[in-house]
């Protein structure tokens, strides 16, 4: 057994655990110098060949912004044989992906959730994270509270509004399913086909919010926390594939295992980045005139970032469990007053009927075949299963760090079901508010004006709470959760990848942090002034589609793993 000097700040398994032997020393393949004043203590090849990539891209995206956004956009129609004037070609990046591959997301999204519900009901389920005297190393509040900051912040206040509404009356033929529109030609109120609107628009919110994403990020965690704290490996996502490569996770395979795994983390966190960036930048044009556009989204996100930086400096316990426990306070008083202020008994009606649709259409959702809504199906669902996927190893590593002394049977109850329910509830209280402004006003909507007149997504938070009192208020929260959510994930992110780049290793030099919290806005930055919003999501489904098998492979690995733990018992 290894002690925790060499463990870097792993702690031991405390208890019975079934510990792996193995001639490996946590860092022995780093590279430790002093680079001027700083300390450097890296992983080799891990972290020069991510460093370099991502170096190479950032300045490819800025130097050939036209080539770059071409390349992850597709090109304009009349460059192209054969397409229509005023048309879009999608030959982008993205558009090939999603719609080659989004049966493959589809299918890998139900493997997770059925594996970690097969985890809540076996004999599995009882083996603890860290050994079988393990205690809790946080209390549920401040778990709870991480890992919403670090998992889904941005996307509830960007999707929250948006998502709902828009596939309440999508007028561009992707509807969920096929499900009737209740808005006529001419944008007249079809009062027959509200309600089955209402009921599949949070259905299919529902579906992206639910078990699906959760059970990505509770696969990769589970791997990351029953590998290292009761198996005594390092920290790192090779170390999950010890039980089917065995000492091969040393070399070459682990290494290209932990560099997918940088790329994945940094390009999903730069596409949440820029997705903050631009919501915060819509608030401030709509509530105090602040100019919408390229310039300003980059000049927030290196304000930002620098913001980071500091919450970097402060490390774990006094920068983001304290902004993610503000943050969490915030976000539910901004959630209690959207509530009551649009109608308590009609939305929480919505949200019990929204979690029977969602129950009752899971199961169509998830199929991959057989469906005409492409629309959907690879538009929003393909590019969120590769969103969740790329965010897995950055949220997995996160909630590992964080979930020590959980029963595995605990922790998936709640990284899966608990989250899924407050999702749901987030999205009925923020997109039945919306709906219902929808209805009750028709044309004079805002949130039509913005969602399904003209596609302005960055806007719709802003524009359901312009239905409400308090507007410039709770506009400005809104404002400061997108902007201290931004802070969370950039500072968890840089210190998960610092983890991985440093072999293992907890307690690596804060430098090294600061530096990839720099690269991660820089990537933000490169990928908004190279094509925008497809960009980013161009680049999250890339390296979330390789990176969806390695999840995959996880699963097994895991079962080998606790199969050992339960004989010990």
Not at 100 to 121: E, G, S
Not at 353 to 365: H, M, N, R
Not at 488 to 497: A, E, K, M, R, W
Request: charged residues 10%; negative net charge.
């Amino acid at each position: 057994m290894t002690d925790e000097t060499n463990n870097q700040g792993i702690p031991e398994p405390e208890g019975a655990s079934d510990i792996i032997e193995t001639d490996y020393d946590i860092g022995q393949d780093n590279i430790e110098t002093q680079v001027g004043p700083f300390p450097v203590d890296i992983h080799n090849p891990v972290f020069v060949i991510s460093a370099l990539s991502v170096i190479l891209f950032v300045i490819y995206a800025l130097v050939a912004p036209t080539q770059a956004g071409n390349f992850f956009s597709g090109v304009d129609a009349s460059a192209v044989e054969g397409c229509e004037p005023g048309a879009f070609c999608d030959i982008g990046l993205r558009a090939f992906l999603t719609s080659t591959f989004d049966w493959f997301f589809l299918m890998a999204a139900n493997v997770f959730v059925l594996f970690c519900l097969l985890l809540v009901v076996t004999p599995m389920g009882s083996v603890r994270l860290g050994g079988a005297d393990a205690t809790p190393d946080y209390g549920y509040v401040g778990w709870f509270a991480m890992l919403f900051a670090a998992g889904m912040g941005i996307g509830l206040m960007f999707f929250g509004v948006l998502e709902p509404a828009y596939y309440f009356g999508t007028p561009w033929g992707d509807e969920p399913l096929g499900v009737v529109r209740p808005f006529a030609e001419d944008g007249t109120l079809i009062e027959a086909n509200v309600q089955e609107a209402r009921r599949m628009a949070l259905a299919a919110t529902s579906y992206h919010w639910a078990l699906h994403p959760w059970a990505i990020y509770a696969v990769v965690a589970l791997s990351l926390a029953l590998f290292s704290y009761n198996k005594g490996l390092p920290l790192s996502i090779r170390s999950a594939f010890y039980p089917i490569l065995g000492d091969r996770v040393w070399g070459w395979w682990g290494h290209a295992i932990d560099t997918l795994a940088v790329f994945a983390t940094l390009f999903g966190l730069a596409t949440s980045l820029g997705l903050g960036a631009q919501q915060a930048n819509a608030g401030l044009e709509f509530i105090y005139g602040v100019p919408n556009n390229i310039t300003v989204q980059v000049i927030l996100i290196i304000g930002i970032t620098a913001i980071a930086l500091v919450s970097v400096l402060r490390g774990l316990d006094g920068g983001v469990k304290v902004l993610s426990e503000i943050n969490m306070v915030i976000a539910m008083v901004l959630l209690v007053f959207v509530l009551f202020a649009a109608g308590a008994t009609a939305i929480l009606g919505e949200f019990f009927s929204g979690i029977g649709a969602y129950f009752q259409e899971v199961i169509p959702l998830s199929n991959p075949f057989g469906r005409e809504d492409d629309g959907y199906r690879e538009g929003w669902t393909a590019f969120y299963w590769a969103w969740w996927i790329s965010w897995s190893p950055f949220v997995g590593m996160f909630i590992a760090r964080v979930s020590r002394g959980r029963t595995v049977r605990e922790f998936i109850i709640c990284v899966l079901i608990i989250p899924s329910l407050v999702c749901v509830f987030w999205m009925a209280v923020f997109g039945g508010a919306a709906i219902n402004d929808m209805i009750a006003n028709g044309a004079d909507s805002a949130v039509k004006a913005n969602v399904i007149d003209s596609y302005v997504p960055e806007l719709s938070l802003f524009a359901m709470l312009d239905s409400l009192p308090f507007t410039a208020i709770t506009s400005t929260i809104g404002i400061v959760l997108v902007i201290v959510f931004f802070v969370t994930s950039s500072d968890s992110g840089s210190l998960v990848i610092d983890t991985i780049t440093a072999g293992g290793k907890v307690d690596a030099p804060v430098p090294q942090r600061v530096f990839w919290c720099t690269f991660e806005g820089l990537v933000a930055i490169a990928l908004l002034i190279g094509g925008g919003l497809t960009s980013l999501q161009a680049m999250v489904i890339s390296t979330g589609l390789p990176f969806t098998l390695v999840l995959l492979l996880m699963c097994y690995a895991i079962w080998k793993g606790l199969l050992a733990e339960r004989k010990l018992r």
